[in-house]
């Protein structure tokens, strides 16, 4: 079955078309404001007709059989991929507060699609579907209960899709160096965004992102973790504004704050050099050792650590380090953690999550094939 | 050299009379309710030989709490301070170790106030009073921030842009710093080694206020608190960490101007915002131990609190690496052995193994409750920053440097 992958953001739309039995995209694309002759205003929905053009001039095989959409947010209501119908689409409008900058312009897309393709069917995948089930302890904060609840309140992880995959593809590594079970993993996606989930067998007990994406580990322009102190500094002593001050959280911080420029997670530990980069690397290294530490405390054991993401390849620089470092309690007769990379890339997951939920079976991964 | 104490709390004065270096208390005790008038009269609970009385006296602010305290002990002739020791809560990137008060010092001390509003003003008030009193009494300064000055860059940088951080001096201060340090050399010195061969880390887990700390070396390398001491650990009003995004939500929310949600965040978030009925953990575990257990929102309370905890217990054991000691210190830390159990039961990972009859029974202080095989010790170590303070006092004056700095407890 021909598959055509879709990936909304409020920014862009991704999209990679995939033939029955392949696992490489026949085709694979962005587009983006500029393509669309839209400034400032882009809308996923608008870009779908390239899309479609695109997929109309390729020479691929066939055309799209089947839609799958990743989203980013699913709320509590999505635990699993779901098949668009109406009754979805009003599930999902009712979460459209919660993911104001996500949702909507996600919604449009689902319905433009729908208008250009109506017998074509069209498979929802959520990134926070594998964290709904995040134990209560985990879930929540700090505070007060009636704020928690009039703003609905809990934390998530972002890349469920990469964790879970992940997470599978570390029983591979039974048998390694002595490990016997690999059910105890620390799931490390190295994406624009990282994001660490302590997961045991396939639920996650833990994971450094929140409320939104923003908690957690530093990203190539997001701050991560932050002590809520300083927000309120910069609104007092500046007079900024929320909005100023998101912008500079999640636009201006991260690596490109810390090294004055926009770099990637990949040039920060493959290709560059200098004071701000080394401080930089080490402040990045030292908080994925935190979130580890923590994770292994999470789980009580660590059994194996499995990176993903676009940035996989990074785990033959942080992988020895992290397993190093993690090795029971810096005993040097402690054996040391095995690790090992996940090589496939998002859109592959999700092609393989959405052929999976329409088969109604269930969800085989790109590691079992 | 009998030294003086002040331990200046936001309506509170504890004090000590510390007969250095033996170590001796001569007198002690704690003004209450300093400030505005409330419910009950402000009164000071004083110790002395042995016996307590209470003096009933109007207190409307520090430099009076003060006065009223130095008539208490003026009145006998031993009882005459030859220095006074001033815990200080936030030192800012000004002080990075304790210092002699000296005529410049009170303006600088006045510029960093904004970045402990609850606890710096009261005690800036409280040494300038000192100083006008007894100006021939040196004064020196103890800051909680001093013990975390050795916090590597990596640890105590933002992911914020560079030159913000750099003009408004955005990283990591931590808190708790004298304490953490007291009972560091304190294990040092329990386990027969050298301070700077300890690693360890160090929980403070007070009724109000709690951090950890991750030692190495005898030195600061993390701590939980931040810029702020909001950030960290969930504790009795404060809400801890919390994802910067929410604080925004905060903000735009109607009615969300900076002191509400500071009011919000620092007052009424922690676990008297998630059990809403107290703010004390003990309470809380109290609840759940009953047949029945705790309502709902006590029982999300006592879960947060705890797993907050051992998540950067795990992070900062994973820090130190080879850890010889987890210490817990301060009121819950000393007194909860619930939570204790709670925090280092499954955590054979990091070598803990704790001995959960050892753990219920301290009745000695230090105690070691992990079992004879545990690979990494657990101590319950009663913290005493004023004796901290005046061993800081001491040293300084006596020419031989920050005491909590180059102490060899060995």
Known sequence: ?369 | MNVLVFNCGSSSLKYRLIAMPGERELAGGEAQRVGPPTAEPSRIVHRIGGREESVFVPMPDHASAFGEVMKLLGMRQELRPDAVGHRMVHGGSRFKAHVLVEADTLPALVEINELAPLHNPPQTALVAACRERFPELPQVLVFDTAYHSTIPDYARTYALPAKLCSKLGLYKHGFHGTSHAYVASEAARFLGRKLDHLNAVSCHLGSGGASLCAIVGGQSVDNTMGYSPLQGLVMSTRCGDLDPALTLRLLARPGGGVKSVEGLLNRKSGVLGMSGSTADIRDVLAERARPGGADARAETAAQIYLWRLRKYLGAYLAVVGSADAVIFTDTIGETVPQVRQAVCSGMEAFGIDLDPERNANVKVYPADVATDDSLVRVLVILTNEELAIARCVHSLLMGSGPAGRKEDAA
């Open chain 1, 1 to 369: 079955m021909n598959i055509l992958v879709l990936r909304p953001s409020w920014k862009a739309l991704d999209y990679a078309l995939f033939d029955a039995g392949r696992r490489r995209p026949a085709l694979v694309g962005k587009i983006n404001e500029r393509d669309c002759g839209r400034h400032g205003a882009f809308a996923p929905s608008d870009a779908f007709r390239r899309v479609l053009e695109a997929c109309r001039k390729s020479h691929a095989p066939g055309a799209p059989e089947l839609v799958g959409i990743r989203l980013t947010f699913g709320g509590e209501e999505f635990t699993e991929p779901a098949l668009v119908t109406n009754a979805v689409l009003e599930r999902l409008r009712g979460l459209a507060h919660q993911a104001p900058l996500h949702l909507p312009p996600a919604l449009a897309l689902i319905e433009r699609c729908r208008e250009s393709l109506p017998e074509m069917p069209i498979i929802l995948v959520f990134e926070t579907a594998f964290f709904v089930k995040l134990p209560l302890r985990e879930r929540g904060y700090g505070m007060d209960a009636g704020v928690v609840q009039e703003l609905g309140i809990r934390r998530y992880g972002y890349h469920g899709i990469f964790h879970e995959t992940a997470c599978k593809l570390a029983s591979r590594l039974v048998g390694v160096r002595g490990t016997s079970s690999c059910r105890r993993v620390l799931s490390i996606c190295l994406e624009p965004r990282p994001e660490i989930a302590a997961v045991i067998g396939r639920r996650p007990v833990m994971v450094t992102s929140g409320a939104t994406p923003l908690e957690g580990l530093p990203g190539q322009t997001a701050c991560g973790e932050l002590d809520p102190g300083i927000v309120l500094h910069l609104a007092r002593k500046l007079g900024w504004g929320p909005e100023q001050i998101n912008q500079c959280l999640t636009g201006e911080s991260g690596l490109a704050g810390l090294t004055g420029h926009r770099i990637t997670l990949d040039g920060l530990f493959h290709d560059e050099w200098g004071p701000a980069i080394e401080l930089a690397r080490q402040v990045m290294r030292y908080r994925m050792l935190l979130a580890c530490g923590a994770g292994v405390a999470a789980m009580g054991w660590v059994d194996a650590i499995v990176f993903s993401g676009r940035y996989f390849d990074l785990g033959e620089v942080l992988g020895p380090w992290l397993a190093g470092r993690l090795a029971v309690n810096g005993r040097s007769e402690a054996p040391e953690i095995p690790w090992t990379s996940l090589h496939e890339p998002l859109d592959r997951l999700i092609a393989d999550q959405v052929a999976a939920a329409f088969a109604g079976r269930a969800v085989l991964t790109a590691v079992t094939e």
